[in-house]
């Protein structure tokens, strides 16, 4: 009964064999018990000796293994047979692969040996040795990880050349072992930043020096080589200052589009955190604008290396490389932005107090030439972003309406009262001005509020959507970065409708919007604006229709008036051609005598679209602003 047992049982394991291959070898049953254990970490099925002959505990061996790791541990493993295992006398070898999944799903694979013996045994036991894991490594060494940096590639302009790339910097800084006189040191970096328009918080140097470790080297600002220059010979010689070099990409000035590119510095927790395993400790990263949107393109992709850092002779660590994945450069973005354009309107702003904003396009195809946001550059792209009331800037859209209904003409004459009242609601002008009736385009030369509120039921609120859309206002933009196209007011009431008309009520745009729409009058149809050339935005919208030309012909003359002889006589004489415009001015607070001023218009193939916040009339703040940007520009 027995041996029927034995035989049926031997038959089993025959056939077993025969169908899947296995191996009754007991060396080759022991490698596949330690590496099923080795990455099961699980070794206590298996037996161990050292290269020297001597028992070694399975745990032991397994605590050993982990400390190999070094950097790799916790990256998934993968340990195979690789051949067949060869027998000689007590001893035994068994090829293997050692496969690594690295961070950023780098495969890191090669061959290995594992040893195995019977000799002085109870059965076969694997020969635990480093050189398991990877065939140079010793005894208390480890696998260590080493970042190879991509480079980062640059923003370009329409014609391929570089906006933004790679400039020295210099990191101005403290360590406070350094320090002799804590407040007078601040007092003096504060004069020299000051010096050369950098404005640094220091109001927290003193709790940073209290935390920090006597020799740590505390940021304070990285500067261009042009600014550092002029401070070199002042700043350097301050007991507690500390400097370093680095290479960081900039645009061709601080201000230049600053909001609308964003930055390129170091890493924070908080980034590192939202893309675990892409950045590291020591990264730079995008912040803000398109360095931010577009990060992961113009980052590209570090490469790694797999190194044994080992003490030289000299007491350096020296490292032995043992794989390297290469790093992918970033891919460069190209916009539309023109560096002649585009300083002029930081020069345009940089004098003024007030926060502002300025945008231009080029009319005969939409692109965005300009995008400056000041005094401080930095921060929200309010040019793009913003959501205000647009005020007289506004009769633009409303006047193209009713001439192109066929409503009224430039020359009907309509009556400017000083005040008109719709349902209980009065409005008036700003200062008081009463032109009594004087025909239409004197009426929007001089910015009439009552005028227009006494035609708004003439345009209606279906008219007042119409000829929005048809100057692009609340259309779905896709400029490949944030920006806001407006939302105009439905005018469901007969109120909401007359404050609508002249820029009030619940209608909010961007500077962007507005130029947009002043481009559309000047060309005759609407396009939408356009950044981003490469990668190419994947929804923007079509051109418009062609717009109504004799509409258009009579708006163009009164908004070359608005500068003959209207409310923006200031640029009657401006370098580069005939102005054509409108100004705003935009109450944005019940019961507050604050205002935004605006101005809106073209020059040539230059349409612009200006808003200072808090700025007043548009003639008192956005005129000059406009002034300053095209003697700049021309």
């Not at 999944?101 to 109870?122: N, Q």
């Not at 190194?307 to 490389?321: C, F, L, N, S, Y």
Request: charged content about 20%; aromatic content about 6%; overall charge negative.
């Amino acid at each position: 009964m027995r041996r029927s047992s034995a035989g049926l049982a031997a038959l089993l394991l025959a056939a077993s064999c025969g169908l899947t291959a296995c191996s009754s070898d007991p060396a080759e049953d022991s490698v596949t018990a330690f590496l099923s254990g080795w990455t099961g970490g699980k070794l206590d099925d298996v037996g161990f000796v050292t290269a020297a002959g001597g028992k070694i505990a399975a745990n032991e061996v397994q605590s050993q293994l982990t400390a190999l790791y070094g950097d790799l541990a916790g990256q998934p493993i993968a340990v195979t047979t690789a051949g067949a295992t060869e027998e000689t006398g007590d001893n035994a070898s068994t090829p293997i692969t050692v496969k690594w999944t690295l961070p950023g799903d780098v495969e890191w694979s090669y061959r290995s040996t594992v040893r195995s013996t019977k000799a002085g045994t109870d059965g076969w036991s694997v020969v635990w040795e480093p050189a398991i894991v990877q065939q140079d490594l010793a005894a208390g060494e480890k696998l260590r990880l080493r970042r190879v940096a991509a480079t980062r590639a640059g923003i370009l302009d329409a014609k391929g050349q570089v906006l933004v790339g790679p400039q020295k910097v210099t990191i101005v800084g403290v360590s406070p072992e350094r320090i002799t006189d804590l407040p007078k040191l601040q007092q003096d970096l504060a004069t020299l930043f000051r010096r050369i328009n950098v404005d640094v918080d220091l109001s927290d140097l003193k709790d940073r020096v209290d935390k920090a470790d006597p020799g740590a080297f505390l940021d304070l600002i990285s500067l261009r080589q042009s600014d550092y220059q002029k401070i070199r010979a002042e700043v350097r010689p301050l007991p507690g200052t500390v400097f370093r070099d680095e290479i960081r990409q900039l645009a061709p000035t601080r201000a230049f589009a600053r909001a609308l590119l964003g930055t390129v510095d170091a890493a924070t927790e908080e980034d590192i955190a939202a893309k675990p395993g892409v950045l590291l400790a020591g990264d730079q990263t995008g912040h803000g604008g398109l360095q931010q949107k577009y990060d992961d393109t113009l980052r590209g992709t570090a490469g790694l290396s797999v190194v044994i850092a080992r003490e030289a002779a000299d007491g350096a660590t020296e490292d032995t490389k043992l794989f390297t994945s290469e790093p992918v450069a970033g891919k460069p973005i190209k916009v539309t932005l023109d560096t002649k354009v585009q300083n002029a309107a930081d020069t345009a702003l940089a004098a003024e107090k007030q926060p502002s904003s300025l945008v231009a396009i080029r009319v005969s195809d939409g692109a965005v030439l300009a995008s400056a946001n000041g005094p401080e550059p930095g921060g929200v792209n309010t040019a793009f972003t913003g959501q205000v009331p647009p005020g007289s800037t506004f009769k633009m859209i409303s006047a193209y309406g009713l001439l192109a209904r066929d409503v009224i003409t430039a020359d009907t004459a309509v009556d400017c009262p000083k005040t008109v009242t719709v349902d209980g609601r009065e409005f008036k002008n700003s200062h008081d001005q009463a032109l009594g009736k004087v025909p239409f385009h004197v009426d929007f030369a001089k910015s009439c509020n009552t005028a227009f509120a006494g035609l708004a039921p003439k345009l209606g609120s279906a008219g007042l959507q119409e000829a929005s859309a048809a100057l692009g206002l609340g259309g779905k933009w896709d400029l490949g970065v944030d920006a806001y196209p407006g939302q105009v007011s439905d005018g469901g009431t007969a109120t909401e409708l007359a404050a609508a008309v002249f820029g009030q009520g619940s209608t909010v745009v961007s500077p962007l919007a507005m130029a947009g729409a002043t481009a559309a009058v000047a060309k005759g149809q609407f396009q939408q604006p356009k950044l981003l050339l490469d990668p190419a935005p994947a929804a923007a919208l079509p051109a418009g229709p062609q717009l109504d030309q004799d509409a258009l012909g009579e708006l163009r003359a009164m908004m070359r008036e608005v500068v003959t002889g209207g409310t923006a006589t200031a640029l009657r004489n401006v370098p580069g051609g005939a102005v054509h415009g409108k100004t705003g001015t935009a109450e944005f607070q019940t019961g507050s005598e604050d205002t935004h001023s605006w101005f809106i218009g073209y020059q040539g193939d230059v349409a612009f679209a200006v808003m200072v916040q808090k700025g007043g009339a548009g003639s008192e703040a956005a005129v000059p602003v406009v002034q300053r940007f095209l003697t700049a520009l021309n």
